[in-house]
């Protein structure tokens, strides 16, 4: 393990703000998640949008139970009561923080119950039909809007908001503006955490990797190795029950002879 485990509280990731970038996942599953807390990954975030993820995340809190896990709320709230309920429901699990990409209004009023709340800035994928998927800030009034989005979210009572595909000059320099913890998601390395998504770090797709990530493993190719694997596999056991191979002795069940031989004459 890279660093010895202690979950961090909001209250020390702000104290860390801009003396180090601390590693962040995504993590899909309760075996990623272990994993990332086994290898020492500093924050993990994972999805509370739907009812089978919101079943599943006890399980991941279990798998790393020394870990800060922040939540992704669903983006359809329709309204405040529906946040903080699903928000304080995801805290009540485990969760250490709640992401949401809703309005300023509903994140502020969020943020007046005291849940620290997770924003996003830059490009925004629940919002794409309003930018396409593009970075964000490359002009100089994208790059003032973003500046005034940040303040606002900071307005709002957000501590943190996730960055996505900002030119890294801009990002450093609006990561140096805001007390809030700034997510580098293809940000670059300005910021105060570097986050990253399990499957573009594992290959685990197969779409394109996007340019900001960057793969360590190839599990889709292994993934269809195993596939592979399956229907031989299948195809051998076919195969071996039409020819007669199996089962052979070994997986046979014996009776006594003299039991067997009594019991067919009973029945004849």
């Not at 529906?82 to 509903?106: H, P």
Request: proline share 3%; hydrophobic share 35%; with cysteine.
């Amino acid at each position: 393990m890279l660093r010895s485990r202690k979950k961090y509280t909001i209250y020390d990731l702000q104290k860390l703000k801009g003396k180090r970038c601390l590693t962040h996942i995504h993590v899909k599953s309760p075996e990623e998640a272990a994993a990332a807390e086994e290898a020492g990954v500093d924050l993990m975030s994972c999805s509370f949008d739907s009812l089978e993820a919101q079943a599943r995340f006890p399980q991941i809190v279990e798998a790393a139970p020394e870990s800060f896990i922040s939540c992704a709320t669903p983006h359809g709230l329709a309204s405040s009561d529906e946040a903080i309920r699903i928000a304080f429901n995801a805290m009540e699990l485990g969760a250490s923080s709640v992401y949401c990409s809703c309005s300023l209004k509903i994140i502020e009023n969020m943020a007046n119950e005291r849940i620290p709340v997770v924003g996003h800035i830059g490009l925004v994928p629940r919002h794409v039909t309003w930018t396409n998927y593009r970075a964000i800030g490359k002009t100089s009034d994208e790059a003032r809007c973003l500046y005034n989005q940040m303040k606002k979210l900071e307005d709002a009572g957000a501590y943190a908001a996730e960055i996505e595909v900002v030119p890294h000059q801009l990002a450093r320099f609006l990561s140096e503006k805001t007390k809030m913890i700034l997510m580098s998601l293809g940000s670059g390395t300005g910021c105060d955490t570097q986050f990253l998504f399990s499957c573009d770090i594992l290959g685990d797709y197969e779409e394109r990797l996007p340019r900001h990530a960057k793969a360590y493993r190839d599990f889709q190719s292994e993934r269809k190795r195993l596939q592979k694997e399956r229907v031989d596999a299948f195809q051998e056991y076919i195969n071996d029950v039409n020819s007669g191979v199996f089962p052979d002795n070994s997986n046979l069940i014996e009776m006594d002879g003299s039991i067997f031989d009594e019991i067919k004459k009973q029945l004849e």
